[in-house]
């Protein structure tokens, strides 16, 4: 994955290791987005080998045997039929609308997205500041998300003291 990525894409930030293993051998990839809506000096971005149809590692090697970009191209380039073009978020999200579509389900947005991921890692147990810190997430938004969501809550709200610092977190303070 790391020759194909550099062999195809010299304008990705690869001063640092792409993939680094930590010392209990858990594995990260990590990619220097140039630039993204939020930062025009770019930012890292961190993704790890999952299983099942959603492994990062599988899709990114689908795409680039799929739609080869050069070296010059954005890296999420795709095929059209009037040549390579850099996807976008609108493309993005017609391609979702289309596939819901088809599928009778409803459309997502990309804030829906945003949200769906934040419950997915918090379904798994991830620690909320660690979510927080993924999701970029800026004040107190991403609380009032988690007071939305019964199933993520429930298990905070039994009476265990070792879920205590969950509840000191998320619930309003006592006035």
Known sequence: M???????????????????????????TVLHLPR?????????????????????????????????PSPSAALFSWCHPKGLRPLTRSTFLSC?????????TESLTGHG?????????????????????????????????LHQHAVIMAPYLQDSPILEPFTHYALPSVR
């Not at 997915?120 to 810190?133: I, N």
């Open 2 to 28: 790391v020759s194909t990525l550099l062999a195809i894409h010299s304008t990705l930030d690869l001063s640092s290791p792409l993939d680094a293993t930590d010392h209990h051998g858990l594995k990260v």
């Open 36 to 68: 993204t809506k939020m930062s025009t000096t770019g930012e890292d971005v961190y993704f790890a080998p999952q299983s099942g149809d959603t492994d990062p590692h599988h899709a990114l090697s689908n795409h680039l045997f799929v739609n080869t």
């Open 96 to 104: 979702l609308d289309h596939a819901a579509t088809q599928l009778g």
């Open 113 to 145: 997205l945003h949200i769906g991921g934040t419950l997915e890692y918090l379904l798994r147990g991830v620690p909320f500041e660690t979510v927080k810190s993924i999701g970029r997430w800026k004040g107190d938004a991403f609380v009032g998300y």
